[in-house]
């Protein structure tokens, strides 16, 4: 867009155009006409006049960015106003912060777009809507954009300031910011590397119970602050402080788009109330009451990470922020929409990518799919186990059926399974009790057949099946889905789990590893004879019978499972935006489709649209990247979309996200502010439960020959 700032003749910070005007000779009047003229042209033509078909829209005229103006901005604009006529234009009512503002010196553009002046913006966020009419309540468009704010404290002298108890919303200590440190901007960089001048201040948040452990957190601001804000989520248990120039939710971020911090946003994190994967934060001696480590992991750790970075931010700039969003993967997932129910004042835009949907009972799936799998008849455990490594090894047995019979669901036989939906409801075994019966060696087992006893444990419990409750966890829930069979079917062990190793057992894959510590932790501490539950918790023999573990299930349940009501959230008119990998086996699909609909089921798909966005990519595995196993298999397929700008753009301007964006596999060539970012291979990123069809030609690489369709 053209830069055009009425300065000079034409304006001056006291008066406006039109008193400038008075006070000038004929020709210069002419040729501050021409020269409003002249940038008016400049301006990009538009193919489809804007407000075409009802739309109506508010846009800053002449500047670089709509949402951030300099610091020595005089406060007055030139806006467009597009409408779906001009009569609705003109009985549109304009306003700026709460009041009623003119805008003046009006120039029609065509008949569904008109520029004027408007002035009265102020130093940090300023909110302009539009209102249909001077009796409508709600606007019909709206912008904020901020005059940049700077520090009245500088960076160096936030170091050792100190915050009261009551600057935090929830029971602490206080805090403390231990170290400040400014960086300088950064030059000839590509765009994920391209930040601002920015501080990064280090702080902690001081217990209250002193046996319990302090909170760590980081704020990174901009010098030139835009008065609004992102808190980063962490991943695995947490344990450290997340990286503040970008969020981990990478499938939402491609590397072609700023990071917030560029934006001039501030950001923050935390590491959650402990560092590193130790476990004695785990520890809950009082049980069933959480202890304040275990609590702050569970949830109370975002919300007094919140409170002392606003705290920072008005104790720096004299201003809290007046948006503030979350944005996490897998266990930020699970936190960002944590932040959704608990805390649903807090925030405005919420992104969740792969969310740890029914936590409690994901966090012990790997040690509860081994206990299903010991045999050991004399002890009362009578399952098979179904090798995922060895001579046996089922992996790529399993695989290759999977693909057999769901690759083609998508009209395009690739190796790629777009119809992810589709595909797991052939592998449901409660519609499908056959399943997997192809499969059966007719004589002996091989590695290319599944014996009976390992059909069994593939259509059962914490596998394809799903895990049943004789007493109900959060929302009433009294089972966790099975999971799908990509994932689902590859989640094998190399050994057979055996009661004799059940100390050191973790499960199959990464999810294993990353729960294991908690699991045994919080199950083990306090059992009679166990003085080090990360040495001594046989898990195993724990899940052998879940319902003797009900109090400790529930109790979990309610602590760190994501509650189905999000009609709060909504309420205050918050925005939320999820993308799910569907080939993920970590996170488990399935969990999260389940807590979507169930979602869905509670206030119904006309007011879940109102405020959410949902979507699936196929094939991918967890966090974004192509859906891989043990043995080599690997695909490669489109795993980002730019999700950031839509969510900005839907909580600041009111625009709806795209129902179908793309998504990318982006290379690049050159390097520093010359590199060139080439989309190589695209598709449709679909709302759930659509996924991307192939329409039958054109180049498979290429997201205009496919449609989102239903399963």
């Known amino acids: 867009m053209a830069k055009f700032r009425l300065y000079g003749l034409c304006r001056s910070s006291k008066s406006s155009m039109f008193r400038s005007l008075l006070n000038i000779s004929l020709p210069a009047i002419l040729a501050c006409v021409a020269t409003v003229l002249l940038a008016l042209t400049s301006l990009p033509a538009f193919a489809k006049p804007p407000g075409f078909g009802g739309d109506y829209g508010i846009e800053l005229v002449g500047v670089e960015d709509q949402y951030t103006l300099p610091p020595d901005f005089d406060g007055t604009v030139t806006i467009r106003v597009t409408g779906p006529g001009m009569g609705a234009i003109n009985s549109a009512v304009l306003k700026l912060n709460g009041k009623r503002v003119e805008w003046g010196h009006r120039i029609r553009e065509s008949a569904y777009s008109m520029t004027g002046i408007m002035s009265g913006l102020q130093p940090g966020d300023n909110l302009i809507q539009l209102y249909a009419d001077v009796k409508a309540t709600e606007p019909v468009a709206q912008l904020r954009t901020s005059i940049l704010l700077t520090p009245t404290i500088d960076c160096a002298s936030m170091a050792n ?291 009976q006893g390992e059909i069994n444990t593939l259509r059962g419990p914490a596998f394809l099946g799903a895990v049943p409750y004789s007493y109900p966890l959060r929302d009433n829930e009294f089972s966790y889905p099975g999971w799908g069979p990509l994932e689902g079917l590859s989640l094998l062990t190399s050994t057979a789990p055996a009661l004799a190793t059940g100390t050191t057992y973790t499960g199959a894959g990464f999810g294993g590893f990353l729960g294991i510590a908690l699991v045994r932790e919080y199950f083990c501490y306090g059992l009679p004879g166990v003085t080090n539950p990360q040495t001594q918790c046989n898990v195993l023999e724990v899940f052998h019978n879940l319902n003797a573990q009900q109090q400790k299930i529930q109790v979990l349940s309610d602590a760190v499972d994501i509650d189905e009501d999000w009609s709060q959230f909504k309420a205050l008119g918050g925005k939320v935006i999820m993308d799910t990998s569907a080939a993920d086996p970590i996170s488990n699909p399935l969990a999260q489709f389940k807590l979507i609909d169930r979602v869905v089921e509670k206030m119904g798909q006309t007011a879940f649209d109102s405020f959410a966005r949902y979507y699936v990519s196929p094939m991918t595995w967890h966090g974004g990247g192509g859906y891989f196993t043990t043995d080599g298999f690997s695909v490669t397929v489109p795993t980002t979309a730019d999700l950031l700008n839509p969510m900005i753009a839907w909580v600041e301007r009111l625009v709806t996200p795209p129902d179908t964006p793309m998504q990318m596999r982006i290379t690049t060539s050159g390097s520093g502010s010359d590199t060139v970012y080439n989309i190589v291979q695209s598709r449709p990123l679909c709302r759930y439960p659509m996924y991307p069809r192939y329409n039958g030609s054109g180049d498979a690489n290429q997201a205009s020959n496919y449609t989102c369709t239903m399963p």
Not at 280 to 293: A, G
């Open 161 to 451: 300031q100190t915050f009261d108890p009551s600057e935090i919303g929830l029971p602490t200590g206080g805090a403390k910011i231990t170290l400040a440190a400014l960086t300088q901007a950064t030059t000839n960089q590509n765009i994920q590397n391209t930040f601002p001048q920015y501080c990064t201040l280090t702080g902690v948040i001081y217990p209250v119970d002193p046996s319990s452990l302090p909170i760590n957190f980081k704020v990174a601001i901009p010098t030139e602050w835009n008065q609004k804000s992102w808190q980063f989520g962490g991943g695995g248990t947490d344990g450290s402080v997340p990286g503040l120039t970008a969020p981990s939710t990478t499938a939402m971020l491609p590397s072609n788009v700023y990071r917030p911090l560029a934006l001039q946003y501030a950001t923050y994190g935390g590491d959650s109330g402990h560092s590193g994967f130790g476990s004695t934060w785990i520890d809950n001696p009082n049980f069933p009451t959480l202890s304040e480590s275990f609590q702050n992991f569970c949830y109370d750790a975002l919300k007094k990470t919140h409170d002392a970075a606003v705290a920072v931010m008005k104790r720096m700039y004299g201003r809290a922020p007046a948006v503030n969003y979350f944005a996490g993967q897998s266990q930020g997932g699970r936190e960002a929409l944590t932040v959704l129910w608990r805390y649903p004042q807090d925030y405005d835009g919420i992104m969740a990518q792969d969310f740890l949907a029914y936590f409690a009972n994901l966090n012990f799936n790997p040690q509860l799919q081994g206990s299903l799998q010991v045999n050991d008849p004399a002890s009362g455990y009578f399952g098979t186990w179904v090798p995922g490594g060895g001579t046996l090894n089922k992996t790529t047995t399993l695989r290759n059926y999977v693909l057999s019979q769901c690759d083609g669901l998508d009209n395009l036989p690739d190796g790629i399974i777009q119809n992810y939906k589709g595909c797991a409801n052939l592998f449901d075994p409660s519609p499908n009790p056959n399943v997997l019966g192809d499969l059966l060696c007719a004589g002996a087992e091989t590695s290319s057949c599944l014996t």
